[in-house]
């Protein structure tokens, strides 16, 4: 537009030289009869941006000068662009004044002479801004013809941002890294600052600021570091206080449940107390270790509805579980999983065990829950049957029938314990123990009795019976002289913990070795 108007001022010096008539008079024909202009078109944008630039372009004829020399009369061949048919002026006719003006600015106002063949063209450019916003009128005037158009000169828009083009990858894996570009345009007149929020499903928003002129447009990219979200599709999203825009990215899990998040229903109406805390540290036992044992994140939510749970832990007396074994005591049974879960899956739990038998007995069900089998690691929870030799520590409850139990007593049973903890034991593990106060603590119990009517009816000994708890036993030890109570503890456990049993751990050990014992 700018070239346009600098060749109209050039064919105005031109039209200027070749009459030479600056200050004619511009009212018109003198002479009555004479030719007189008429407009034939004007155009003009019927409105402008508030930056923009436009043209007024009016075609001007009088009537009755030749207009059949198709150029030919211009002679001297100079082709002026957008002003054709002044190559020649009428020399019997005055100079004509030519206005154009938009609202009260004017923008152009010159004389100029008639054109031999009739006809001419006006033009002038509308610079918008210039002007304020609004409603203007575009006059145009030659000589005694005028016509008239509406223009609208618009405000400038507030930077408004738009987002485009979201750029990612189809499918992000869990614990990868996820990328996201995408690009922000102001699509406003007027320059300014936006944040920009950038979201992956109900991750972490990353938030940019941009500052864009009118018009300009800008890329951003955000690394979401590490995702952790559930399997499925997540919408990335990309917002300015304007617009949003989004897109989805499906992220693969490694777990068979596609989350790692798992509902988790108790059902403890048949336990006699409150296993809150046993439950907890076995889901947190599996929580600690998920990656090392199951290749897959895991965490617990307890929830109280059932229908919404995807594991139901269930405490229930277990009477069979698959293959039968014939005399076994159950302490828990599970659905194992396989290759998708069963909604929801269920471990069943005997109530009646003591809670350090619990601990375990949860951590095993929910790790046939979570996929794995007997003799998968860990190794000692994943053992189809529980035995001294699978708890860590083993934790053993001492108590007296009657009374305290005597120091000498508490040290030989110590003495005894300690024998199998240097010594290698069944699965090549070692042997830790502890005492505990309660029998609702321990693996084992054992039972101080002076009297002792239990194993036998009079002579004493020692006798393993069952505990307190289901399935937990009780070493008794009855009427025993102080020295021979590491050697009683020692042949009850002994079958239990060593592959083979040495010869002084046998009955057939005199009483002298038995003092002796452990050497
Ligand atoms: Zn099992």
Not at 138 to 151: K, L
Not at 301 to 323: H, K, Y
Not at 338 to 353: G, K, L, Q, Y
Not at 368 to 384: C, I, K, R, S, T
Request: aromatic letters at 6%; charged letters at 30%; one cysteine or more.
């Amino acid at each position: 537009m700018r070239r346009t108007t600098a060749v109209l001022a050039l064919v105005v010096l031109v039209a200027l030289a070749g009459c030479g008539g600056l200050g004619s008079d511009a009212a018109g024909p003198g002479a009555a009869g004479a030719p007189s202009p008429s407009i034939e078109s004007v155009s003009a944008p019927e409105s402008l941006g508030h930056d923009e630039r436009g043209t007024v372009e009016a075609t001007v004829r009088w009537e009755g000068l030749a207009a059949d020399g198709d150029g030919s009369e211009s002679g001297d061949g100079s082709e002026e662009d957008g002003s054709a048919g002044e190559g020649g002026s009428n020399a019997t006719l005055d100079p004509v004044r030519i206005t154009v003006r938009v609202g009260d600015r004017t923008l152009r106002d010159e004389n100029r002479s008639v054109p031999a063949n009739g006809s001419m063209t006006v033009t002038a450019g509308v610079d918008a801004a210039t002007l304020d916003p609004g409603e203007y009128e575009i006059g145009v005037t030659v000589g005694e013809a005028s016509a008239t158009r509406r223009i609208a000169i618009e405000e400038a828009r507030a930077a408004t941002f738009a987002v485009s083009e979201i750029e990612t990858p189809e499918e992000v894996a869990y614990g990868e890294d996820l990328t996201v570009a995408a690009t922000v345009t102001n699509v406003g007149d007027l320059a300014g600052n936006q944040t920009v929020g950038i979201r992956y499903g109900n991750g972490g928003t990353a938030n940019r600021t941009v500052a864009l002129d009118g018009g300009a447009e800008t890329r951003l990219s955000v690394t979401f570091a590490d995702v952790r979200l559930d399997g499925g599709s997540h919408p990335v999203v990309v917002a300015t206080a304007n617009r949003t825009r989004e897109r989805s990215v499906t992220l693969t899990h490694p777990s068979p449940y596609g989350k790692t998040t798992l509902r988790l229903h108790v059902d403890d109406d048949a336990v006699d107390r409150n296993v809150s805390g046993v439950v907890a540290a076995a889901t947190g036992y599996w929580e600690r270790t998920d990656e090392r044992y199951l290749g897959y994140p895991v965490a617990y939510e307890r929830v109280s509805d059932e229908d919404r749970a995807d594991i139901v832990l269930r405490f229930d007396r277990v009477e069979r579980c698959g293959v039968e074994d014939g005399d076994a005591r159950y302490f828990g049974c599970a659905d194992l999983l396989e290759d998708e879960p069963r909604t929801p899956m269920t471990a069943t739990v005997e109530p009646n065990i003591s809670d350090a038998e619990m601990n375990a007995t949860i951590i095993h069900e929910l790790g046939h829950v979570q996929g794995l089998e007997h003799g998968e690691e860990p190794a000692d929870l994943m053992a189809p049957t529980s035995n001294l030799t699978t708890h860590r520590p083993v934790t053993v409850h001492l108590r007296a029938e009657s009374g305290d139990v005597p120091r000498r007593v508490e040290d030989e049973v110590a003495e005894a314990l300690d024998y199998f903890a240097s010594r290698d034991i069944v699965g090549d593990d070692d042997f830790r123990w502890e005492f505990v106060d309660g029998a609702r603590e321990a693996h084992v119990q054992v039972t101080y009795d002076d009297r002792g009517d239990v194993c036998f009816a009079d002579g004493g000994g020692s006798c393993t019976v069952d505990g307190e708890y289901y399935g937990q036993e009780d070493v008794r030890l009855e009427e025993l002289d102080d020295e021979v109570v590491a050697w009683h503890v020692g042949a009850s456990f002994a079958p239990v913990l060593l592959e083979e049993v040495p010869p002084e751990l046998t009955g057939e050990a005199d009483r002298r070795e038995r003092e002796e014992w452990p050497a």
